[in-house]
């Protein structure tokens, strides 16, 4: 068969081969081995282009993985491997070494003479060069094989442009796999840290990363730090703190956009610890938004050396972190929601209580007034008497627990305020010199536990004024070693802790410090006064 009929023979077969393949890193090998076998090249090589025309994969054939390990990093597109990239068009020369715009080669590298390009385009775009050296034989690459190469190329397009549509279909459905399963988290009611998490995890996924980490403001402090951390060297990376003005994460969160390194650990603009925990190489950095804010982000990362990311891989990082921030949104507005509905069915039974029952009693408490006086019988209008005295005390039961079910009684959260009325309060109604010192820096710290803080206030103050016997009495919240204290102490007749009855309430008390996740300290000697005290963790 003549030379020529082989050759169009072996195209016909490359170009079923391309075509049959969907998998883009296994073409994009294939593509490598083919021109090989096809112009009898010894050497091989395809130079993947980025968005921005530089060299972000090389595959090869005839080189070995210790020879490959030998010459160390990616070429960086210089020379003649550069001529290809600024002008794609096919090229041919008898000797690298003799042409003025070659560089030469790195060390270890293999001899290499003749030389045979041409550019790949796919989809009107050029995606990479093929590149071929050492003919066999030891001669030229002829006319007859830069055409061959050229066919070769344009088989070549075409299969990586199905390839590509291929991976974008399946990258697509895997996208809205991780959507609907973030929704159905997010849907379940689950914490935001397991979310973020999910997120984190998915991302990296998808884009085929080392790493992805959520970085977010510390609570203690003012600045970051790693939340979550999925894949390699993420156990180094757990909780680390990091600076808010000298990182990457920092600035998104600051400037609201997306950052993008070539290599995070050669990059002056990140935190280095971090990055060198990590290992990270290219990395993408994207913001995590709540109610219009940017308040974290997320990464995905290779290690040094690795595979820079692409612009779909970007826009892919961007749209989970938006699905994040969206979830995030929505989860805490149906808390939100939840704790409104809370709010106004402990209201409508408040206003029940108050409207109906504490009405009824007080009622029946003014008959029974009225029937005492009435009574010639000293001991049965004692008893009347009493009767009346206990159905105040229920009443008075009945407003601590309406004022438990009524945040609305704190103005806008105020504690200071709500304190200072309840001490004026029971000053007035039982005679005991009250003093009232609150620290009003505790006020937003403390707002989500107002309603129990004042309530445990005045469980402790009625027990002052029902047992103590007490001629003054101070309440005070203050700020020690990071705990909040709320202290009610008074100087009356105090009692024997160990043996306290059920009826003072104390059990009442610890319950409600508990939850709060706080503790409850009762100090108190028989004729020496008593101090309640509740700390609480801020």
């Known amino acids: 068969m003549p030379r020529s009929r082989d050759r169009d023979l072996k195209l016909l077969e490359t170009g079923l081969a391309l075509s049959s ?31 921005h025309g530089n060299l972000i994969d090389f595959l090869t054939a005839g080189v070995t993985p210790q020879e490959r390990a030998a010459i160390g990093h990616l070429p960086e597109g210089r020379g003649i491997l550069g001529v290809l990239i600024d002008d794609a068009r096919a090229l041919r020369l008898h000797n690298i070494a003799d042409d003025p715009r070659s560089v030469g080669f790195p060390s270890n590298h293999p001899p290499m003479r003749s030389f045979l390009g041409a550019p790949v385009r796919a989809r009107g775009q050029v995606f990479g060069n093929i590149y071929l050296t050492e003919k066999a034989g030891g001669g030229d690459f002829t006319a007859e094989d830069e055409a061959s190469l050229e066919i070769l190329a344009t088989q070549a397009g075409v299969a990586i ?9 399946r990258q697509r ?3 809205l796999e991780v959507v609907r399963e973030i929704t159905g988290a997010i849907l379940r009611g689950s914490a935001d840290d397991a979310v973020l998490r999910l997120v984190a995890r998915r991302a990296r996924e998808l884009v085929a990363a080392d790493l992805a980490t959520v970085v977010t403001p510390d609570d203690d402090t003012s600045d970051l730090r790693v939340v979550i951390a999925e894949g390699t060297h993420a156990e180094e990376l757990q909780g680390m703190p990091v600076p808010s003005a000298r990182s990457v994460s920092g600035d998104v ?26 290992m990270m190489g290219p990395s993408v950095f994207v913001p995590i938004s709540l109610r219009g804010r940017t308040f974290g982000t997320l990464s995905v990362a290779n290690m040094v050396g690795g595979l820079p990311f692409g612009d779909a891989d970007v826009r892919l990082v961007e749209s989970i972190a938006d699905q994040a921030s969206l979830g995030l949104e929505y989860g805490r507005a149906q808390r939100e929601l939840a704790r409104l509905a809370l709010v106004e069915d402990r209201e409508r039974i408040a206003k029940e209580l108050h409207d109906g029952v504490i009405q009824a009693l007080f009622a029946v408490g003014l008959g ?21 005295n206990e159905l105040d005390h229920v009443i008075g039961d009945l407003r601590n627990y309406i004022f438990g079910l009524r945040p609305g009684v704190l103005v806008d959260g105020r504690i200071g305020e709500a304190l200072l009325q309840l001490g004026h309060d029971f000053e007035a109604r039982t005679g005991v010199v009250t003093v009232v010192d609150v620290d009003a820096s505790l006020e937003e710290p403390l707002a989500p536990h107002a309603t129990d803080v004042v309530q ?65 300290e009762i100090q108190s000697t028989p004729a020496d006064g008593t101090a309640v005290r509740v700390s609480v963790p801020l």
């Open 21 to 51: 393949e969907l998998s883009l890193p296994a073409l994009l090998q294939r593509i490598v081995d083919l021109a090989v076998e096809v112009t009898d090249a010894r050497y091989g090589a395809l130079g993947v282009l980025g968005s």
């Open 161 to 169: 442009a199905n390839a590509r549509l291929y991976e974008e279909t």
């Open 173 to 175: 459905e895997r996208w």
């Open 253 to 278: 969160i600051r400037g609201g956009t997306t950052i993008v390194l070539v290599d995070a650990v050669a990059d002056e603009r990140t935190y280095q610890p971090m990055v060198s925990s990590g």
């Open 368 to 388: 029974l007034q009225g029937t005492a006086a009435l009574i010639a019988e000293p001991k049965l209008a004692t008893r009347v008497q009493d009767a009346v």
């Open 456 to 520: 445990l206030a005045r469980e402790a103050l009625s027990n002052v004024g029902r047992h103590a016997g007490a001629m003054t009495c101070r309440v005070s919240l203050r700020r020690q070693d990071g705990r909040a204290i709320l202290e009610i102490d008074d100087d009356g007749s105090g009692f024997d802790v160990s043996s306290a009855r059920p009826g003072l309430g104390l059990g009442n008390l610890r319950q409600r410090a508990a939850g709060m996740g706080g503790e409850l």
